[in-house]
Nanobody
Framework: QVQLVESGGGLVQAGGSLRLSCAAS????????MGWYRQAPGKQRELVAT???????TYTDSVKGRFTISRDNAKNTVYLQMNSLTPEDTAVYYC???????????????????WGQGTQVTVSS
């Protein structure tokens, strides 16, 4: 009943930029927090950035000053603007959201976390 759909990955040269988008759909009441993770080949998934509904943000040290997370609450969409990309940024990027929503047959709100399908970002040297 809730779905996250990502877009915007691709191949870019080092120093280039990409913008990722992730839109949540369904019987959504509100989304307290959204974020981006990434997983490079042979590595564990790591948190890249988070943003609350009020706009507070956090970043992992390796992307500070290069990546910017933002969201459009009216569209239930989170973005990740990635600048000055390096080959070390190559990974599958996943969005994640903590979502309060209505589920058919259940009175009141339900709270759960969801993942997007992942989008490949490849940075060539």
């Amino acid at each position: 009943q809730v779905q996250l759909v990502e877009s915007g990955g691709g191949l870019v040269q080092a120093g280039g930029s990409l913008r990722l988008s992730c839109a949540a759909s369904g019987s959504i009441i509100r989304i307290p927090a959204m974020g981006w993770y990434r997983q490079a080949p042979g590595k564990q998934r790591e948190l890249v950035a988070t943003i609350t509904s009020g706009g507070s943000t956090t970043y992992t040290d390796s992307v500070k000053g290069r990546f910017t997370i933002s969201r459009d609450n009216a569209k239930n969409t989170v973005y990740l603007q990635m600048n000055s990309l390096t080959p070390e940024d190559t990974a599958v990027y996943y969005c994640n959201a903590a979502i309060m929503f209505r589920r058919t047959g259940i009175t009141g709100a339900v709270f759960d976390t969801y993942w997007g399908q992942g989008t490949q970002v490849t940075v060539s040297s």
